[in-house]
């Protein structure tokens, strides 16, 4: 999310996942806007109903996974509140209207964040964070999926010990929506569930990674900005 503006966030693995800013490739009621990152660079900031659309695509659609981004509540930055509210998304995969997504992470009853996968059963989500996440600064969430087992992650710190689930699990993607939304739920849904707050640094992995090993360096990179 360096771009700093235009309407395309770049994917810098090589493989080609470019999103957009909102509903379509031209500028709409629905962009983000363009804000300071976390490092250097750029992040996007959503209100309201904005959100980057993912384009569907196979490679985001693995039965083991990592999940991660930057996640900030920016009260200052006309947003309003405590927190951005319950039931908000910073990241969603696929979906079928309001009722379910393929995997992502969004605030519970709490107002803390979780990490979810949704399955021909219905959701399994993680532990989730507490409401303090929302403290106006900076935190890496980062959710994970072996097959057995979901964790969530913040700031390198696992939260509670993770949700185990029945052998054979499978994540579901065959909903209707088979793309993927940043700050926001990527299926047709009217409900106002959109994330409100500012976003950086989103990645997706096809393989359960080392978070709190991985933070070791993102802390050294954070603390000297």
């Given at each position: 999310?360096?771009e ?13 996942n ?168 990527a ?29 070791k ?9």
């Open positions: 999310m360096n700093g503006s235009g309407q395309t966030v770049r994917d810098w693995s090589g493989n080609n470019h999103g957009y800013l909102g509903l379509s490739t031209a500028p709409d009621a629905a962009d983000p806007t363009w804000v300071d990152g976390v490092f250097w660079g750029s992040s996007l900031r959503f209100i309201s109903d904005d959100r980057v659309t993912i384009p569907a695509s196979t490679d985001l659609q693995p039965q083991k996974l990592t999940v991660a981004a930057w996640v900030r509540w920016k009260p200052e930055g006309g947003l309003g509140g405590t927190s951005p509210g319950i039931h908000k998304y910073p990241l969603t995969m696929g979906g079928d209207g309001c009722r379910i997504s393929s995997y992502g992470m969004g605030t519970d009853a709490s107002e803390g964040l979780l990490f979810f996968i949704g399955t021909a059963n219905g959701y399994i989500a993680s532990p989730a964070s507490t409401k303090a996440i929302w403290d106006g600064g900076w935190h890496h969430v980062a959710g994970t999926f072996d097959g057995s087992k979901l964790r969530f992650y913040v700031d390198g710190v696992q939260q509670g010990s993770g949700t185990s689930v029945p052998a054979g699990t499978k994540i579901d993607y065959s909903f209707s929506t088979q793309s993927g939304a940043i700050g926001d739920f299926g047709e849904c009217d409900e106002q569930i959109a994330m409100q707050g500012d976003i950086d640094g989103v990645q997706i992995w096809s393989t359960p990674v080392p978070v709190d090993t991985i933070w360096l993102l802390k050294s990179l954070f603390s000297s900005r």
